[in-house]
């Protein structure tokens, strides 16, 4: 083989290896794995649960953070009279079930969820699961 072929398979096997590098891992830094999830919010609780998010306790914030989660929301919305939440985030981690696991095991949050989960009406098919939130299907992403 002359080495002008040579040279030529060599670099388009650069190329390709740097192509190669260059495609996200969906649990990297670079691109989060992204969850929403939908709830009811009873209306006579409503004011309740946005003043305990207006003033959210910092360990509560902290142990999120620690957990690889990064731009949570939520937002809430009337629908044919009833209040519905929905709950947004990135997920930046390597394993959502431990972390999810170790955040349910931490007392601080576990006292958060005592105040926040009776604001809450979970929709049948979370209530049936012990749920408050019911997962949801993400039909489009623009990156």
């Known amino acids: 083989m002359n080495l002008k072929i040579m040279k030529t398979i060599f670099a388009l096997l650069c190329i390709a290896m ?3 590098c260059a495609t996200q891992n969906p649990t990297s830094q670079n691109s989060p794995q992204r969850y929403c999830w939908v709830t009811g919010l009873k209306s006579d609780k409503a004011a309740r649960y946005e003043d305990l998010h207006a003033h959210a306790w910092p360990r509560v914030n902290a142990m999120i953070k620690s957990c690889h ?3 949570f929301s939520i937002h809430e ?3 044919n009279g009833q209040l519905y939440l929905f709950a947004y985030l990135e997920y930046t981690g390597t394993n959502f ?3 999810m696991a170790r955040m349910a095991a931490d007392p601080e ?10 604001c809450q ?6 209530a049936a699961k012990g749920k408050i939130w019911s997962d949801t299907k993400e039909v489009y992403f623009l990156k």
């Not at 009406?121 to 979370?126: E, H, I």
């Open 77 to 79: 919305r009337e629908i």
């Open 97 to 99: 079930d431990a972390d």
């Open 121 to 126: 009406s979970p929709l049948p098919d979370a």
């Open 18 to 20: 740097l192509a190669g």
């Open 109 to 118: 949050t576990q006292r958060w969820w005592k105040e926040t989960d009776p």
């Open 69 to 71: 989660i990064q731009n």
